[in-house]
């Protein structure tokens, strides 16, 4: 437990301002996103207040066309972002990995199949598939997660195939063999912890394209209604009629727009910063590899 | 040997002697031996092994002991003779000449008296005839007629062992038995004192029976041999099979000790001690072989033949195959060529021995080596371990099995892993035994390699290590599952001298302690000189020479070979020209 702590310690040393700056910023949103109950002084679904309030000591960011206090709005929101984000992340990265080491390892045919497959997914135009089927399986956060993971996995498992390709190549994986090791142990004991940074800076990045995405979905409507997420609120807030012509943006849209920006420069830093770490060359620099 | 040959001469059966000393020493056991007239009989084995007391039996000088079975020459039996009716046939029929030493002569009497004295016994010759014929065999041997009148002492090692000579061959005998006539000898005397047992051989047409540790007088003077070991017969066979492709062990470990052979080789001997004759119940090689198993210990082994004037002593029928490659066919196929980078390759390792495969970059050599332990398919082809076809990775994945050690140290282990982790990692795979057992074994096989077996460097990453640190890990990986063969792929090629050299002695020495064969693999022609008992050259994918070391680097019948050879040594003359010339410039100026 001590070792972990320190090889956090060290971790953190390691990576840029700008790393610091996001990871502090993505912990700061983890944050709120857990505590949203405890931290907002409203409900985030009943009105509690005048509708078009401007942010002031008792609405902090305002209220909307409804009189719904925004903060806790956005506060809620958080946590829809970050669970779509992680678990998009999440699924399409454990399963991208996978089918990247499998075709990777297994070669022949299961390689062929798979990287035709990974390269129609390629070409396809993402978003507007991802509309056709977010209407298709109806609005909720699981779909969306599932969706987008469709959409996401493929390049996770290219980066992946493309490493274990290389791993197969090496001394020590054909010595374990000979030794008569199988799939399942070079697997766990060779391909996986080799594979583990990259995936890590992947799913990184998926985190922050899935967070768009979704808000991007819900802005269009076609995101879970009673999510609340951020896209969500924007999307209210755009088809309130003459919200360009009042100043009600500078709270309304504005807020959600900082937050959605925010977590996705964020996740940027982090995974820039993790990239830098887990190239093996720089790995081999440094001389020691987390 | 039981030849049933009709011209035989002189003929041992079931011969046993035992010294009665405290405790009683069975210096020969069920000895079987015949010679015909002028047959030439090589005895090899180390000291204590009954070479002296064989000769001295024959000769019935045998004093103390217990003699059993029986000696012959021409139909009378010596061994029921009386010893004033041995004395007949002693030295008139069969004469030795004794190991060299001081002791042998008597000090106080002139040499000529000392070598006329059979003469006397058995001629009954006048003392101005025996002088003749005294001042005769001298001068047959080489010495001047004029050193009869002197003392043993005033003779130097050389003269002194030419006079015993010349007195065992005083009375003319049918069978001269010499004992180490080479021992005390410089090269160029030895080099005349073999040429003097040939002519004199030729000339006088005696039958020979040559005691020695030099193999090549071995080789030149006689046309059959045995090797002795703890009184017992354990290999017989023509000289020259013999010396080319021992059946034995022990025959196999006496020739690979010769530096007479292996001009170049690091000289190991034998591992362990031989027994005290008669000790072992089982064979008596047992404590010393390479590829003992349960019936060599509970049972000695007859000689048996095992070909055409072959014999050998031993329950597996002597040195056994480890691997075998028939045939092997492997293509890679390129955009729009196919290239053939092994056109049927044929290959055999026994046990115990390190067997060398040479040739250029790009030969063939790694492919062969990937194919023997099935990390690559051949085309065609068979490879066979421990008598079993090779298929998938049942012969590398197993205690005592094969175990491969790659080229590139920074590939050879995972650099992510922990020394310990990376050593037991094939133990862990195989799953053998439990964790405390592997994490000791993977320990020992560490220090086996004199690598540290500290808890720091225990848990150290294995990229933090050395190029040879870690060649030395991948070893030690290997070492750890006992293997019976060990395929060493170039493993010092990224290594700088001093590495390699450290490496190499250690590996050698593994491999001389415990007996595993080594396939080592090396495109340099220095090494593979340094460390091979037997040689194969690849060119192109094919082998184009194999034999044992010494004839293939000393007399490479192959155009290749001799190409490769050339392009190793011949470069190395010239820089030694340059620097040679450089120097005597320096001096000049």
């Known amino acids: 437990m001590k070792a972990r702590v320190t090889t956090g310690i060290q971790f953190l040393r390691r990576m840029s301002a700008g790393g610091k700056t996001g990871a502090f910023i993505l912990l700061a949103f983890v944050f709120v996103a857990a505590a949203a109950s405890i931290i907002s002084l409203h409900p985030h679904r009943q009105i509690s207040g005048p509708p078009l309030s401007p942010p002031g000591p008792s609405h902090w960011l305002g209220t909307d066309d409804l009189g719904v206090d925004l903060w806790a709005q956005i506060c809620h929101g958080a946590r829809v972002s970050l669970i779509i984000g992680l678990g998009t992340a999440l699924l399409a990265g454990l399963g991208g990995a996978l089918a990247g080491i499998l075709a990777g390892y297994a070669g022949g045919l299961t390689d062929a199949v798979l990287m035709r497959l990974i390269d129609i997914m390629i070409v396809l135009p993402d978003l507007p598939v991802m509309i056709v089927l977010a209407a298709f399986f109806g609005p909720s956060l699981m779909t969306i997660v599932i969706v987008l993971s469709l959409f996401s996995w493929v390049h996770t498992a290219r980066i992946v195939r493309s490493r274990v390709l290389s791993l197969k190549q090496r001394r020590y994986i054909h010595a374990a063999e000979t030794f008569g090791a199988g799939m399942v142990y070079l697997m766990h004991r060779h391909f996986l912890p080799e594979i583990f940074p990259l995936a890590a800076v992947s799913m990184i990045r998926l985190t922050g394209r899935a967070i768009v995405a979704e808000a991007g979905l819900s802005f269009l409507g076609l995101g879970d209604p009673t999510s609340r997420s951020w896209g969500l609120i924007i999307h209210h807030a755009t088809n309130f009629q003459g919200i360009y012509y009042t100043d009600f943006w500078t709270w309304w849209l504005l807020y959600p727009w900082l937050a959605l920006t925010l977590i996705v420069t964020a996740l940027a830093l982090v995974g820039r910063d993790l990239e830098k770490m887990a190239d093996p060359r720089m790995m081999r620099g440094h001389g020691k590899p987390i | ?589």
């Open chain 2, 1 to 589: 040997m039981n030849e049933k040959n009709q011209f035989t001469m002189l003929k041992l059966e079931n011969l046993n002697v035992t010294y009665n000393t405290r405790p009683a020493v069975r210096a020969l056991q069920d000895v079987d031996l015949a010679l015909a007239p002028k047959d030439t009989l090589g005895i090899i084995g180390e000291s204590g092994c009954g070479k002296t007391t064989l000769a001295l039996s024959i000769m019935g000088l045998i004093r103390n002991a217990d003699i059993s079975g029986r000696i012959t020459f021409r139909k009378q039996v010596l061994t029921d003779m009386r010893e004033s009716t041995l004395r007949r046939i002693r030295w008139r029929k069969i004469a030795m000449a004794f190991q060299n030493s001081l002791e042998v002569l008597n000090p106080v009497i002139r040499l000529g008296e000392q070598i006329a004295e059979p003469m006397y016994a058995h001629f009954k010759l006048s003392a101005r005839e025996a002088d003749q014929r005294v001042a005769e065999l001298l001068e047959l041997t080489g010495l001047e007629a004029s050193w009869r009148h002197c003392y043993p002492h005033q003779l130097s090692g050389g003269m002194r062992q030419k006079a015993l000579v010349a007195m065992a061959l005083s009375c003319d005998p049918e069978v001269l038995i010499v004992d180490e006539p080479f021992s005390s000898l410089d090269a160029e005397s030895r080099h005349a004192m073999v040429h003097l047992f040939q002519e004199l051989q030729e000339r006088m047409g005696f039958a020979m029976i040559l005691i020695s540790h030099s193999l090549p007088a071995i080789q030149q003077l006689t046309s059959r041999m045995i090797t002795l070991y703890s009184g017992s017969v354990i290999e017989a066979g023509r000289t020259a099979d013999m010396l080319r492709n021992p059946l034995h062990p022990y025959s196999r470990g006496l020739i690979n000790a010769a530096p007479e052979f292996f001009q170049y080789k690091d000289l190991w001997g034998i591992a362990g001690e031989p027994p005290v004759a008669g000790s072992i119940d089982g064979c008596p090689f047992y404590p010393r072989c390479v590829q003992r198993d349960g019936p060599c210990k509970a049972s000695r082994p007859r000689l048996q033949h095992v070909g055409i004037e072959r014999m050998v002593a031993c329950h597996k029928g002597g040195i056994e195959t480890v691997l075998t490659a028939r045939g092997v066919i492997k293509t890679f196929k390129l955009e729009n060529q196919t290239i053939t980078a092994l056109d049927g390759v044929d290959i055999l390792i026994r046990r115990g021995e390190v067997v060398s495969l040479v040739g250029a970059s790009g030969s063939g050599k790694s492919t062969l080596a990937h194919i023997l332990v099935n990390v690559l398919a051949s085309d065609t082809g068979e490879v066979q371990f421990a008598g079993r076809r090779v298929t998938g990775h049942e012969a590398t994945a197993r205690m005592g099995g094969m175990q491969i050690v790659f080229q590139d140290p920074s590939e050879a282990v995972s650099p992510r892993l922990k020394v310990l982790d990376a050593v037991r990692e094939p133990l862990d795979i195989m799953g053998w035994a439990d964790r405390p057992d592997r994490d000791r074994k993977a320990v020992n096989a560490l220090s086996a390699v004199h690598l540290p077996a500290t808890p720091d460097f225990l848990h150290r990453s294995c990229h933090a290590l050395s190029g040879g640190q870690r060649q030395r890990l991948a070893v030690a990986r290997a070492m750890a599952t006992d293997p019976a063969l060990l395929i060493a792929d170039e493993i010092t090629a990224m290594l700088d001298p001093s590495t390699q050299a450290t490496l190499l002695r250690e590996l050698k020495g593994l491999q001389h302690t415990r007996g595993f064969s080594m396939l080592f693999i090396t495109h340099d022609m220095h090494l593979a000189r340094k460390v091979a008992d037997r040689v194969y050259v690849l060119d192109h994918g094919a082998i184009v020479e194999h034999g044992a070391a010494f004839d293939v680097f000393d007399h490479p019948r192959s155009r290749h070979t001799h190409r490769l050879l050339d392009a190793a040594f011949d470069h190395d003359r010239s820089i030694a020209r340059a620097t040679d010339r450089n120097i005597s410039g320096w001096e000049k100026s």
